[in-house]
T-cell receptor, first 115, second 112 residues
């Protein structure tokens, strides 16, 4: 049973427009959410994160929104650039009694930004 | 900062052979994770260590897989004997106390 779901396996966007990547989760114990970007033949690289006490976190062109009631988060990239073309993974961590747990990853969304 | 170092980057072996993957985490990180990525199952956690102690190995597929972390700067993932279905990309990651994981470049394993 997938606790973190990325329902869109792929997304194609025109350069300069907004890219919106979505992620849903089921476990209400998740307290920390992250987005990773992965290029072919490389490991995933950390992009941006958000704590469950916030609903928005912004870093340059990247903004993550968290809707706890809907158990949904999204990553917005504005403006999108061809170099953003990669697979994006959503990940979540559960806080069990304060101990640092592992991350649960979604299956990823492949973003293609066309010039 | 050298980042997480994995070796080898590519490994091709024959069914039945022993395979050992190596990982050097980022200095100062207290947690280390081994993942496997396949097309079918995505990124799966195999095992993770906190302060060199295995915490959760429930993702290890079967007894053919074993992992060790003899010290804070080195970990191995061993498959013995290897099978074609073990072919995948294996990632090692380490994290600081904040919980952000930093991944190595991965080892692409092909078992013929």
């Amino acid at each position: 049973d997938q606790q973190v779901k990325q329902n869109s396996p792929s997304l194609s966007v025109q350069e300069g427009r907004i890219s919106i990547l979505n992620c849903d989760y089921t476990n209400s114990m998740f307290d920390y959410f992250l987005w990773y970007k992965k290029y072919p033949a490389e490991g995933p690289t950390f992009l941006i994160s958000i704590s469950s006490i916030k609903d928005k976190n912004e870093d340059g062109r990247f903004t993550v929104f968290l809707n706890k009631s809907a158990k949904h988060l999204s990553l917005h990239i504005v403006p999108s650039q061809p170099g953003d073309s990669a697979v994006y993974f959503c990940a979540a961590r559960a806080n069990y009694g304060g101990s640092q747990g592992n991350l649960i990853f979604g299956k990823g969304t492949k973003l293609s930004v066309k010039p | 900062d050298a980042g997480v170092i994995q070796s080898p980057r590519h490994e091709v072996t024959e069914m039945g052979q022993e395979v050992t993957l190596r990982c050097k985490p980022i200095s100062g990180h207290n947690s280390l994770f081994w993942y496997r990525q396949t097309m079918m199952r995505g990124l799966e956690l195999l095992i993770y260590f906190n302060n060199n102690v295995p915490i959760d190995d429930s993702g290890m597929p079967e007894d053919r897989f074993s992992a060790k972390m003899p010290n804070a700067s080195f970990s191995t993932l061993k498959i013995q004997p290897s099978e074609p279905r073990d072919s995948a990309v294996y990632f090692c990651a380490s994290s600081n106390r904040r919980g952000v994981q930093f991944f190595g470049p991965g080892t692409r394993l092909t078992v013929l």
